[in-house]
Each structure stands twice: as C-alpha cells, then as structure tokens.
C-alpha cells in the first residue's frame, strides 16, 4: 500500500519560505555586523596596547638612558677619575697619616661636589655610589659618606666583574636606605647599573653604580595600567627576568616565554592562551639597546566588555525586527492565500444536501486581487452551480426510477393467498358459517383494497401493520384457534414511514413454511424506532430453519443482481426476495434484513431502516444501491 505523502498548505509553505529566506539573510546580516563590531573592537585594543608598549618603552628607555649618561659621565670625568683615584690609593694604604687623610677627605669631598653637579639639584638619579676595589664605597645623592664593605657581599658584583666594563643593571632589589616615592613608597626597590672602572693600565680601579628609585623608571607603566582597566604590563631584561610590576608576585604565567613560542615579532598583537585556558590579547615590543621586553596583556573577555551591552542591546533588536518580520510574512501568506482556504473550506463542505438547499451558500466572493486565484474562485463558483442543477436533475430522475421499481415490486403479490382465500369462503359456505364468511370478505377486501392502492410507495408503520393484520385474520379463520397471534407497537414508531407491502411476504413466508410441524402455531411482531432507525420483528415457534439454510438464504439476497432481478419480475417469483429488493431500493446500506434461529423452536426475521423525513418520502429515495 503505497504511503500518503505528507502535505502542507500554500499558507504554511509560503510563510515557510519566505520567513526562512528573510531570517536567514537577517541572521548573516547580524552576525556580519556583529563581527564586524568585534574585528574592529579586537584592532582597536591591538592598536591601544601597541600605543600603551611604545609609550612604557619610550618612558623607560629615557629613563635606563639618563641612568647611563650619569654612568658614562662618571667614567669619562677626568675629575672623578684623578680624585677617585688619589682616594682609592689612600685607603689601600694600612697606615695613613693625617695629612693623607686629610687629603683623602678633600677627593671624597670633590667626588661628591661633581657628582652633585651631574645629578642636579632634580636629583635624577636617587643615589651614585663609587667603589674602590677593597670595598671603600663613595656615595652621593640621598645618602652622602664613605662606608667600608665587602664587595662579595654585594648582589651584582660577580656580574659587573664578569663583564669587564660593560654595563649591568640589576634587577629591582629592596634598599630602605633611600627614600622611594608613589607606590614604591611600601616596596622601596630600586634599580642599579653598574660599571667597572679601569686605570692607565688597564687594571679595574672601581665600580661605579648609579641607583635609580623603580617608581620613577616605571611610572608611566604604573599610570598605563591605572589609566586602561584590565590591561596589565610587564617588562622583562635580556636574561627573562620579571623587572615590572616590582611590587607585585610574578604572575602565574610567563607571558614572555608564551610570545616567544609565537615567534612574536616587535610591536604586533597575538592571542595567547593562560595557564587557566583563558583568553589573552599580548602585544609585544623591545626596548633599543637594552634588550629589554614590554609586554601589555589584557584578557579578551575584558577587551569584550565593552561589547556586552552592545551585543545585548544588538541581539534584541535582531530578535525583535526577525520576530517582527516573521509576523510580517505570517500576515502577507495570510492574505494571499485567504482566498485558497475559504475555497478549500467550501469544498470540504460540498455535500449533496448542501448542493441541494439553496440557503446555504459555499463561497460567497473571492475577495483576492490576485487574478488567478479571483479566476480560480469563479470557476469553482460556476461549477458549483452547474453540480447543484445536474445533481438536483439526476436526483429527480433517480428517484423517479426508484418509484417506479417499488411500484413494480409492490404491484407482484403471490395470488396463492387470494386461491386459498376463495377455497376457504367454499368450504365455510358448504359448512353454513355465514358470519365468518362475512369477516373474510371483508378482510378480504380491506386487504385487496389497501395493496390496491399504487399511488404511495411509503406508509406509516401502522397502518402496514394494520393491512397485515387483515391478512392474518383471512388466515385466522382458516386456521381457527390452532394460530395465535400477537402484535406490539411502541408509540414513536406508530407514524415513522416504511414500503408499502414490506411486511406481508414475510408473514405469507411464515404461513408456507414455518407452520409445517403440529399446531399449535404462534405469530408475534414486534415495531420500534430509536436512534434514527425503525426495526420490525416478525417471529414464529416453526423452528426448522436450520444455520445451513439461513445462511444460504442470506447469502443469495446478498450477492442478488437488483437489475436482473427488476427486469426479471412475475407474478409468484417475490417472497424474500421482494423485501430484501424493496429495502435495498429504499435505505441503501441503512437497509437491515436478517434472520436469526438462535432461539429455540423459533425463528425471527428482523427487517428495518433509517427514519425517513417528510419531504424525502414525498420524493422517494435519494441512496444508492
């Protein structure tokens, strides 16, 4: 069995389409502003950290220079290098007299008049401190003295030595001696580059060191990162090491390890992604000649703030104006094919009885100004009433014919009963019994008047029962007090109209056949109506129908030409077969006829059908069969 295909409405599928195709195009058109709103955030924050790095490497370099010129200019000072060299003989001497250390005084005392000079009064450098190589220790700057100690107790003096005359800068390390300033003030590191420094012959004389207060070589770094919330900066020397923040824990990941990984070239942007797999925006730049590494990291999320309340207010909008435009293709489906479902509609409603009554229309107008669906709608509004006129034709000429076969069935009754009538009129005359002779004929004529009359095809109930009862009583007499007979009529089946003639074939059945064995012999019917169907019981105690007859019997009427059997119609040839004819004629598949001998010593033929309404008994039948 081939399976129903699936179907939709023209209103459905054009919502359907067009609300997807307009959907879809609103959908890209979003996400691609959407994301295009996110390029452009993502490039701004790139080109944000790019400023924020070259600006730190700027500050910082300018910083680590002026360190350096102090550096160079102690070195290349030829004031410095004869008084730091007069003092560093001096206290290498064991016994020194008074004169000599009075003379060492006064080269200290010019070391730091020149040192004084060259930081100024701004103090650009927090402290310079010169070292003789047996750990005498010049200072100027915040601190001014002569201090005696150990060189390998100090932290970069392995490094300096190492590197015979080149700079070193040490990494931020703790020195509550010096005054710090702004958020050093709680840390107090600070960051020294130091230099060996060589005599004539080339033998290192000193160390020269200038110290340099962390706040003030990273404080445009400590104002970047107040001033760009959720940015973070590091800067990192030659060898790795963390110099800022200085007064922070290094962070938990190495974001200089992670950017060299990306092979990440000088003030570009990448992401990286953290320890805690989140998210980070990394941009990267070197500080000239030192070698040093700025890093500025700022989380995505946090770069993406910025674009919550725009995607929230973005997301509802595109909800809104996409709901609003599957509202406005929801409508425009509607309206076009309202039409299309008021002419579906009036089909589903093309019944024969509303083809036939005229106070019902199907479809009033068309109401589109689409010309082929107003085209559409008029062509089914002039077939509709070509249908109502042929079918009101071919009604009439059915049931034209449908009369004119229940005329022919109703005309044939067995003359059998009227012989066997005049017989027993003989035989009481012969007996004298005038007074039964006298209730025959009348009977008689009662009865032969009523199936006389061809002018109606239907009767109430109660007047077929009661011309069969004029039957009975012809019988009655034959037979005498060996036949009973009973009749029970419901009220609200007394009106109800059946076929003329129905019930007598069955009862003259009985007389034939069911009244063979020893009287005495009883007959009972029984008429009701309810639920829309009438139903007439005609039961005898003849009992001999065997299920084998029965069900022959039932399945000849069953499969019984109607049109072999009308055109073959005589007079004698009716019984079963003219009720089981008339009411398939008149009900259709509402026709009930059936026999049943489950009872014992009795057999019950049940016939009935739909109640018919005045004006469709008027003109006869309107089902098929």
């Given at each position: 069995m081939q399976q129903r295909k699936h179907r939709i409405s023209q209103r459905t599928r054009l919502f359907l389409v067009y609300g997807t195709f307009i959907t879809v195009v609103l959908v890209l058109l979003f996400s691609?502003?959407?994301?295009f709103n996110r390029q452009t955030v993502q490039k701004e924050a790139a080109v944000k950290q790019a400023n924020v790095c070259a600006s730190v490497r700027d500050s910082v370099k300018t910083e680590l220079d002026n360190m350096s010129t102090i550096?160079?200019?102690?070195?290349?000072?030829?004031?410095?290098?004869?008084?730091?060299?007069s003092f560093a003989a001096y206290t290498?001497?064991?016994?020194?007299?008074?004169?000599?250390?009075?003379?060492?005084?006064?080269?200290?005392?010019?070391?730091?008049?020149?040192?004084?000079?060259?930081?100024?009064?701004?103090?650009?450098?927090?402290?310079?401190?010169?070292y003789t190589m047996d750990g005498t220790r010049v200072g100027s700057g915040y601190q001014q003295g002569v201090v005696k100690m150990k060189l390998s107790d100090i932290p970069w003096y392995s490094q300096v030595y190492a590197l015979n005359g080149f700079k070193y800068i040490s990494t931020p390390t703790v020195n509550t001696y010096l005054p710090a300033s702004g958020p050093n003030q709680s840390t107090h590191k600070f960051l020294s580059m130091a230099r060996l420094f060589f005599n004539e012959g080339a033998e290192p004389e000193g160390i020269f060191e200038v110290v340099q207060d962390c706040n003030t070589v990273f404080s445009l770094a400590t104002k970047m990162e107040q001033t760009n919330e959720g940015m973070h900066l590091y800067v990192y020397n030659a060898c790795g090491e963390l110099m800022y923040p200085y007064a922070a824990a290094a962070p938990q990941d190495n974001y200089l390890a992670l950017a060299q990984q990306k092979h990440l070239p000088n003030e570009t942007t990448c992401t990286v992604q953290g320890a805690d797999r989140s998210s980070q925006i990394l941009t990267k730049d070197t500080v000239p000649n030192y070698e040093w590494t700025v890093l500025a990291v700022e989380s995505k999320d946090s770069v993406f703030t910025s674009l919550s309340v725009f995607r929230s207010v973005f997301f509802l909008l595109a909800a809104g104006i996409i709901l609003g435009t599957m509202v406005v293709c929801f409508l425009f489906a509607k309206q076009m094919t309202q039409p299309l479902l008021k002419l579906t509609r009036a089909t589903k409603k093309l019944t024969m009885a509303r083809v036939l009554d005229d106070s019902k229309p199907v479809l009033t107008s068309a109401d589109s100004s689409i010309a082929e669906i107003s085209d559409l709608c008029t062509s089914f509004l002039t077939m509709y009433d070509r249908l109502r006129k042929s079918s009101r034709d071919l009604l009439l000429s059915r049931s034209e014919e449908i009369r004119a076969n229940l005329r022919a069935t109703q005309s044939l009754i067995n003359p059998h009963f009227l012989y066997n009538s005049l017989t027993s009129i003989s035989i009481l005359a012969e007996d004298g019994e005038d007074t039964s002779?006298?209730?025959?004929?009348?009977?008689?004529?009662?009865?032969?008047?009523?199936?006389?009359?061809?002018?109606?095809?239907?009767?109430?109930?109660?007047?077929?029962?009661?011309?069969?009862?004029?039957?009975?009583?012809?019988?009655?007499?034959?037979?005498?007090?060996?036949?009973?007979?009973?009749?029970?009529?419901?009220?609200?089946?007394?009106?109800?109209?059946?076929?003329?003639?129905?019930?007598?074939?069955?009862?003259?059945?009985a007389f034939k056949y069911a009244f063979n064995n020893a009287p005495p012999w009883r007959l009972h019917l029984c008429a009701t109506a309810e639920n829309g169907h009438w139903q007439i019981r005609i039961e005898d105690n003849g009992g001999s129908l065997?299920?084998?007859?029965?069900?022959?019997?039932?399945?000849?009427?069953?499969?019984?030409?109607?049109?072999?059997?009308?055109?073959?119609?005589h007079i004698g040839g009716m019984g079963l077969k003219s009720t089981y004819l008339r009411l398939s004629l008149q009900y259709g598949q509402d026709a009930v006829f059936n026999i049943?001998?489950?009872?014992?010593?009795?057999?019950?033929?049940?016939?009935?059908?739909?109640?018919?309404?005045?004006?469709?008994?008027?003109?006869?039948?309107?089902i098929d069969v």
């Amino acid at each position: 069995m081939q399976q129903r295909k699936h179907r939709i409405s023209q209103r459905t599928r054009l919502f359907l389409v067009y609300g997807t195709f307009i959907t879809v195009v609103l959908v890209l058109l979003f996400s691609y502003i959407y994301y295009f709103n996110r390029q452009t955030v993502q490039k701004e924050a790139a080109v944000k950290q790019a400023n924020v790095c070259a600006s730190v490497r700027d500050s910082v370099k300018t910083e680590l220079d002026n360190m350096s010129t102090i550096s160079l200019n102690l070195v290349y000072s030829s004031a410095i290098r004869e008084n730091f060299s007069s003092f560093a003989a001096y206290t290498e001497k064991k016994n020194v007299s008074k004169q000599e250390t009075l003379q060492s005084w006064n080269n200290a005392k010019a070391i730091y008049d020149v040192i004084t000079a060259m930081i100024g009064s701004f103090q650009s450098a927090s402290q310079v401190n010169l070292y003789t190589m047996d750990g005498t220790r010049v200072g100027s700057g915040y601190q001014q003295g002569v201090v005696k100690m150990k060189l390998s107790d100090i932290p970069w003096y392995s490094q300096v030595y190492a590197l015979n005359g080149f700079k070193y800068i040490s990494t931020p390390t703790v020195n509550t001696y010096l005054p710090a300033s702004g958020p050093n003030q709680s840390t107090h590191k600070f960051l020294s580059m130091a230099r060996l420094f060589f005599n004539e012959g080339a033998e290192p004389e000193g160390i020269f060191e200038v110290v340099q207060d962390c706040n003030t070589v990273f404080s445009l770094a400590t104002k970047m990162e107040q001033t760009n919330e959720g940015m973070h900066l590091y800067v990192y020397n030659a060898c790795g090491e963390l110099m800022y923040p200085y007064a922070a824990a290094a962070p938990q990941d190495n974001y200089l390890a992670l950017a060299q990984q990306k092979h990440l070239p000088n003030e570009t942007t990448c992401t990286v992604q953290g320890a805690d797999r989140s998210s980070q925006i990394l941009t990267k730049d070197t500080v000239p000649n030192y070698e040093w590494t700025v890093l500025a990291v700022e989380s995505k999320d946090s770069v993406f703030t910025s674009l919550s309340v725009f995607r929230s207010v973005f997301f509802l909008l595109a909800a809104g104006i996409i709901l609003g435009t599957m509202v406005v293709c929801f409508l425009f489906a509607k309206q076009m094919t309202q039409p299309l479902l008021k002419l579906t509609r009036a089909t589903k409603k093309l019944t024969m009885a509303r083809v036939l009554d005229d106070s019902k229309p199907v479809l009033t107008s068309a109401d589109s100004s689409i010309a082929e669906i107003s085209d559409l709608c008029t062509s089914f509004l002039t077939m509709y009433d070509r249908l109502r006129k042929s079918s009101r034709d071919l009604l009439l000429s059915r049931s034209e014919e449908i009369r004119a076969n229940l005329r022919a069935t109703q005309s044939l009754i067995n003359p059998h009963f009227l012989y066997n009538s005049l017989t027993s009129i003989s035989i009481l005359a012969e007996d004298g019994e005038d007074t039964s002779i006298v209730r025959m004929c009348n009977a008689l004529c009662d009865y032969f008047r009523y199936i006389a009359d061809t002018a109606r095809t239907l009767v109430p109930l109660q007047e077929e029962l009661a011309c069969t009862g004029k039957y009975i009583a012809c019988m009655q007499i034959r037979f005498g007090k060996t036949f009973s007979y009973t009749c029970e009529v419901q009220p609200q089946a007394q009106n109800v109209l059946i076929p003329k003639l129905i019930v007598q074939p069955l009862v003259e059945n009985a007389f034939k056949y069911a009244f063979n064995n020893a009287p005495p012999w009883r007959l009972h019917l029984c008429a009701t109506a309810e639920n829309g169907h009438w139903q007439i019981r005609i039961e005898d105690n003849g009992g001999s129908l065997s299920d084998q007859t029965r069900d022959e019997i039932l399945q000849e009427l069953a499969q019984m030409d109607y049109t072999e059997e009308l055109h073959n119609l005589h007079i004698g040839g009716m019984g079963l077969k003219s009720t089981y004819l008339r009411l398939s004629l008149q009900y259709g598949q509402d026709a009930v006829f059936n026999i049943d001998n489950s009872q014992k010593e009795k057999t019950v033929f049940l016939i009935g059908g739909s109640i018919e309404r005045e004006e469709e008994a008027c003109h006869g039948s309107t089902i098929d069969v």
